[in-house]
T-cell receptor
Framework: RKEVEQDPGPFNVPEGATVAFNCTYSNSASQSFFWYRQDCRKEPKLLMSVYSSGNEDGRFTAQLNRASQYISLLIRDSKLSDSATYLCAVEGSQGNLIFGKGTKLSVKP | DTGVSQDPRHKITKRGQNVTFRCDPISEHNRLYWYRQTLGQGPEFLTYFQNEAQLEKSRLLSDRFSAERPKGSFSTLEIQRTEQGDSAMYLC????????????FGPGTRLTVL
């Protein structure tokens, strides 16, 4: 099993749709979880940290399920500008982040 | 703009040449990380520093790779005798050393080895 796995993309959705991404991780000792957004040929930018209690930032909601070892990202009322690759990241044992391959989202008019 | 800067942004080199990249972290961040990203993959960890100490190295970091952070501020990553397989985006990130130290990435150096 890979350390961090994400839904394969791409996700093609119309504007206004709700879209959900899931990410599973293998190390039950991981304590920190993040979602990053990456535009084409740009660096990853932090979208949200993911907390045990779940957290919301506007149209974005992140949740953590420790028992099943997955994190999720929900985007409501998607905009054209949400088109990007979404990377989940999990704290590794070396102080690093372990990233999934990313899921590409394309929001169409 | 996260405040992490990297130089150069692009580098084209011939196989066998040595290259060096520089990263300047956010000024109050004492942790600095190097990652490598190839097309269709997420960033892969290479190494990290806390202040000037190199604390961890990935098995991806072959003997041809060396990183330094001599004064605990900027860092350099050198690749000797480059190979075509070294072509990738090299990303630097920095963070503080809190319990949930969020990492902020620089714009990356895109290396192409011909």
């Amino acid at each position: 099993r890979k350390e961090v796995e994400q839904d394969p993309g791409p996700f093609n959705v119309p504007e206004g749709a709700t879209v959900a991404f899931n990410c599973t991780y293998s190390n039950s000792a991981s304590q920190s979880f993040f979602w990053y957004r990456q535009d084409c040929r740009k660096e990853p930018k932090l979208l949200m940290s993911v907390y045990s209690s779940g957290n919301e930032d506007g149209r974005f909601t992140a949740q953590l399920n420790r028992a099943s070892q997955y994190i999720s990202l929900l985007i409501r009322d998607s905009k054209l500008s949400d088109s990007a690759t979404y990377l989940c990241a999990v704290e590794g044992s070396q102080g690093n982040l372990i990233f999934g391959k990313g899921t590409k989202l394309s929001v169409k008019p | 703009d996260t405040g992490v800067s990297q130089d150069p942004r692009h580098k084209i080199t011939k196989r066998g040449q040595n290259v060096t990249f520089r990263c300047d972290p956010i000024s109050e961040h004492n942790r600095l990380y190097w990652y490598r990203q190839t097309l269709g993959q997420g960033p892969e960890f290479l190494t990290y520093f806390q202040n000037e100490a190199q604390l961890e190295k990935s098995r991806l970091l072959s003997d041809r790779f060396s990183a330094e952070r001599p004064k605990g501020s900027f860092s350099t990553l050198e690749i000797q005798r480059t190979e075509q397989g070294d072509s990738a985006m090299y990303l630097c990130a920095s963070s503080t050393s809190g319990n949930t130290d969020t990492q902020y990435f620089g714009p990356g150096t895109r290396l192409t080895v011909l």
